[in-house]
């Protein structure tokens, strides 16, 4: 079965850090990556997508992540942190096939604190 | 303006009680998902369906139930047959095509508690 792992279960940094989330997944095939942000008190939501081209997307709040398919790696990425990144990352892989029935799994997290 | 509505925002049950977490969207998506957040565990998916009358077990279905008779709601049902039922549960909805490419639109949540 597929799997995503986020090794950094809580990353602490100072404002005008740089950061960088990893996230692996175990699947071989073609895959869909996500990145979900959770900040304190709110839903859930997208803050970027890879489905095929450019690996090094960019998304909202100057956040990037790059794909790199030979380390099954899709890391999270931002230049300058601010106290307002304070919250719960999730990175998300749904694995494309040929019935259709694609579903998203997620990663365990990372809490980020940023201190300022 | 659109979206994803969950309620309550808090439930409380006693243990070997059956509870319905509701789950409404007007978003007019076809598929829609539950998922349970566990503090270190991230997001597991219990049940998803991508169209009306039709409904897939996720990672972990044990101990649940669901139904989606009408596009916009799929409620989720916490039997007493789930063992750790006390949980942080999200409800999403996205619209698939033929590759999955539609980012999840999620609610905001339903805290279950159960004694």
């Known amino acids: 079965a597929q799997s995503v792992s986020q090794h950094n279960h809580h990353v602490i940094l100072s404002e005008a850090a740089s950061l960088e989330l990893g996230c692996n997944y175990s699947?071989?095939?073609?895959?869909?990556l996500f990145w979900y942000v959770q900040y304190p008190g709110q839903h859930l939501q997208l803050l970027l997508k890879y489905f095929s081209g450019d690996p090094l997307v960019k998304g909202i709040k100057g956040f990037e992540a790059e794909f790199i398919k030979s380390k099954f790696s899709f890391n999270l990425r931002k230049p300058s942190v601010q106290w307002s990144d304070t919250a719960e990352y999730f990175c998300a892989v749904t694995l494309i096939s040929n019935f259709g029935n694609e579903k998203l799994t997620f990663g365990t997290g990372t809490r980020l604190t940023i201190i300022p | 303006d659109g979206g994803i509505t969950q309620s309550p925002k808090y439930l409380f049950r006693k243990e070997g009680q059956n509870v319905t977490l509701s789950c409404e969207q007007n978003?007019?998506?076809?598929?829609m998902y539950w998922y349970r957040q566990d503090p270190g565990q991230g997001l597991r998916l219990i049940y998803y369906s991508q169209i009306v009358n039709d409904f897939q077990k996720g990672d972990i279905a044990e101990g649940y139930s669901v139904s989606r008779e009408k596009k916009e709601s799929f409620p989720l049902t916490v039997t007493s047959a789930q063992k750790n039922p006390t949980a942080f549960y999200l409800c999403?909805?996205?619209?698939?095509?033929?590759?999955?490419?539609?980012?999840?639109?999620f609610g905001n949540g339903t805290r279950l508690t159960v004694t």
């Open positions: 978003l007019n998506h076809d598929a």
């Open positions: 699947y071989g095939g073609t895959v869909n």
């Open positions: 999403a909805s996205s619209q698939p095509g033929i590759s999955y490419n539609s980012p999840l639109h």
